[in-house]
Nanobody, 126 residues
Framework: VQLQVSGGGLVQAGGSLRLSCTAT????????MGWFRQAPGKEREFVAA????????HYNDVVKGRFTISRDNANNVLYLQMNSLKPEDTAVYYC????????????????????WGQGTLVTVSS
């Protein structure tokens, strides 16, 4: 699948943003999906993951309770709702798709994902 990310921008600490990732060219509903981020000078890290039907989710501990991953399979869109943002959340955020997954599976390793969106910059000011 091809992935297009949108929704990044500049927000003050404590604010919220919602990222969207629109998939085209494949069977989105049969892909486990994930969000990753990469801060300047750091490696890309796992943020959140969701299963085919959205019934299972998994989060990096640093975002748990603040971020929510969800999906709309009817419209081929993945979301990341980000609340209570902190300056340390500043990064380029990427969505990713795993077309080799099975129903109910979730994945947190970068090498488990085959398709990546182009990334969107989220900047949180203090």
């Amino acid at each position: 699948v091809q992935l297009q990310v949108s929704g990044g921008g500049l927000v003050q600490a404590g604010g919220s943003l919602r990222l969207s990732c629109t998939a085209t060219g494949g069977t989105f509903y049969r892909h486990a999906m994930g969000w990753f981020r990469q801060a300047p000078g750091k490696e890309r890290e796992f943020v959140a993951a969701i299963s085919w039907a959205g019934t299972r989710t998994h989060y990096n501990d640093v975002v748990k309770g603040r971020f929510t991953i969800s999906r709309d399979n009817a419209n081929n869109v993945l979301y990341l709702q980000m609340n209570s943002l902190k300056p340390e959340d500043t990064a380029v955020y990427y969505c990713a798709a795993n077309g080799r997954s099975v129903s109910g599976s979730i994945h947190s390793r970068r090498d488990e994902y085959q398709d990546w969106g182009q990334g969107t910059l989220v900047t949180v000011s203090s």
